[in-house]
């Protein structure tokens, strides 16, 4: 069963930095396409960020420019960079195996001045 600890998340001013991190285990992790997804209050939820076992990337168009996601293969963990942060990427934060049904809990992401 495939099991993830998300973290790094908090609170910051607008213009703020925060770098989350999620570690998998269940699953050969490196045979894996991985997101990361967040929600935010009152929306569905939405990705944000794809990384391939190629390394290919892919951003939505509210974190191109900004957020940096990257993966760890030694360390089954994605990580997700995410710079200039504004009040509207407040949401809580997931990430996920891009093939598989299953999502932790997540880990909060507050912007507030």
């Known amino acids: 069963q495939v099991q993830f600890a998300e973290s790094g998340g908090g609170s910051v001013q607008p213009g703020g930095s925060l770098r989350l991190a999620c570690t998998v285990s269940g699953i050969s992790f490196r045979q894996f396409n991985m997101g990361w997804h967040r929600q935010a209050p009152g929306k569905q939820r939405e990705l944000v960020a794809q990384?391939?076992?190629?390394?290919?990337?892919y951003y939505a168009d509210s974190a191109n420019g900004r957020f940096t996601i990257s993966r760890d293969n030694a360390k089954s963990t994605v990580y997700l960079h995410m710079n200039n942060l504004t009040p509207e990427d407040t949401a809580v934060y997931y990430c996920?195996?891009?093939?598989?049904?299953?999502w932790g809990q997540g880990t909060q992401v507050t912007v507030s001045s």
């Open positions: 996920k195996v891009t093939t598989l049904d299953s």
């Open positions: 990384i391939n076992i190629s390394g290919t990337t």
